[in-house]
Each structure stands twice: as structure tokens, then as C-alpha cells.
């Protein structure tokens, strides 16, 4: 079945510093990929999806690049905020899926000033 | 405009109790899902709904049961309440059923059973 591993957290950085948090996958067919993060007390928004190999999909500094022959999908980002602070997470949706999101566990981010 | 939104937000109960909580999404989107996120944040899918029609049911004890009364709501009722039950409950909503749809979550819903 489909699945998603992403780097166990929490990460703790300081503020201008640059973020990785890996993510790799198991899926049926061509999965299209996720990021989505989790401010405290709110729900889950979508950050930025990738639906085919090498792909970039980015938003509000942060990228992340569909790779097939890795099967990985890593997020990055230059320069993290205090406003960064939240729990991200990989996630991917494939036709082997039955159409839903499969997540991974979910990576702890706090930016320290 | 609120696009997925749940009620209540905050849920605390008694062991036993039989409860509900509500999801409307004014999107247009035609498949609606409850997912369940645990207390270490690990999120799972429950349920899926395309146009009122079960579509995914994932192992969920029976106590546990979807009702869709029109494609704009997927409301979920939870039968004699177990304190294993508590979690954050996420109602999502995607446009269809297709791999590249994107999926729409509401603020979720914290269910606490003392």
C-alpha cells in the first residue's frame, strides 16, 4: 500500500536559517504530492503540491521538487520566521489510494527569534 | 468565506455518550472525507463521501457512522463514546475524485471523552 516516511521532529531553529525537512514515499502509479502545515490551533492548509516528476511546487518561500528516481519529496526553505512555527506535513494522493490523502507522521518546526 | 467549516470546534463528554459533529462545505466540491488525527498528529482517513455515496470506509469501529445529506455536508455521529475516541476530527472536501484534486480541510474538531 501507499505510505509516507518524513523526518521526525521537532526541529528547533533560529530565525534566517534554512529548513529541510525530508520526506520519501511508497506509492501506487504516479502519486501527486503534498506539503500541508498546521498552525497552532487550526486546521490543515495546503502549502504546495507537485503532480508529476520534477516538479517544483513552491509557496511563500518554500519549494519542494517531485523526485520519481528517489521517490522523495523534501521541503526547503532559505530563510525561516517565527511566523514558520507549525507541524508540516508530506502527503501524497494516488489511484492506488482509493482517492484518499495518505500523510506522514508530521515534522514539528519552532523558529526561535 | 469560510469553504470547509466544522461544529462544534471543542467537543468534551462522558464515556458512553452519543454525539455528533457537523461539516458544510460551500466549495461546490462533490466528495467529502472525516479524517482522524491522533495525539501525536498523525492524521488517518475515516470516511469518504462522492455525491452522498460511501466511497472509502476505512477499519472504523461500527460506532462510528458517516451521514451525508447532501453533497455540501458530511456530518459524523460517534455512538457510546470511548475515551480512545478523543482526537481532532478534520473534514476535508476535493472537487472530485481524481489523484491531481487538491483537498480542502476544515479548522477541525477537538473531541475530549472524560
Known amino acids: 500500500g501507499d505510505s509516507v516516511t518524513q523526518m521526525e521532529g521537532p526541529v528547533t531553529l533560529s530565525e534566517e536559517a534554512f529548513l529541510t525537512i525530508n520526506c520519501t514515499y511508497t506509492?501506487?502509479?504516479?502519486?501527486?504530492l503534498f506539503w500541508y502545515v498546521q498552525y497552532p490551533g487550526e486546521g490543515l492548509q495546503l502549502l504546495l503540491k507537485?503532480?508529476?516528476?520534477?516538479d517544483k511546487g513552491s509557496n511563500k518561500g518554500f519549494e519542494a521538487t517531485y523526485r520519481k528516481e528517489t521517490t522523495s519529496f523534501h521541503l526547503e526553505k532559505g530563510s525561516v520566521q517565527v511566523s514558520d512555527s507549525a507541524v508540516y506535513f508530506c502527503?501524497?494522493?494516488?489511484?492506488?489510494?482509493?482517492?484518499?490523502?495518505?500523510f506522514g507522521s508530521g515534522t514539528q518546526l519552532t523558529v526561535l527569534p | 468565506d469560510t469553504a470547509v467549516s466544522q461544529t462544534p470546534k471543542y467537543l468534551v463528554t462522558q464515556m458512553g455518550n452519543d454525539k455528533s459533529i457537523k461539516c458544510e462545505q460551500n466549495?461546490?466540491?462533490?466528495?467529502m472525507y472525516w479524517y482522524k488525527q491522533d495525539s501525536k498528529k498523525f492524521l488517518k482517513i475515516m470516511f469518504s463521501?462522492?455525491?452522498?455515496?460511501?466511497?472509502i470506509n476505512e477499519t472504523v469501529p461500527n460506532r462510528f457512522s458517516p451521514k451525508s445529506p447532501d453533497k455540501a455536508h458530511l456530518n459524523l455521529h460517534i455512538n457510546s463514546l470511548e475515551l480512545g475516541d478523543s482526537a481532532v476530527y478534520f473534514c476535508?472536501?476535493?472537487?472530485?475524485?481524481?489523484?491531481?484534486?487538491?483537498?480542502?480541510f476544515g479548522p477541525g474538531t477537538r473531541l475530549t471523552v472524560l
Open positions: 476535508a472536501s476535493t472537487l472530485g475524485t481524481g489523484v491531481l484534486d487538491t483537498q480542502y
Open positions: 506509492a501506487t502509479g504516479y502519486p501527486s
Open positions: 507537485a503532480t508529476k516528476a520534477d
Open positions: 502527503a501524497l494522493r494516488s489511484s492506488g489510494s482509493a482517492r484518499q490523502l495518505t
Open positions: 466549495l461546490g466540491h462533490d466528495t
Open positions: 463521501y462522492n455525491n452522498k455515496e460511501l466511497i
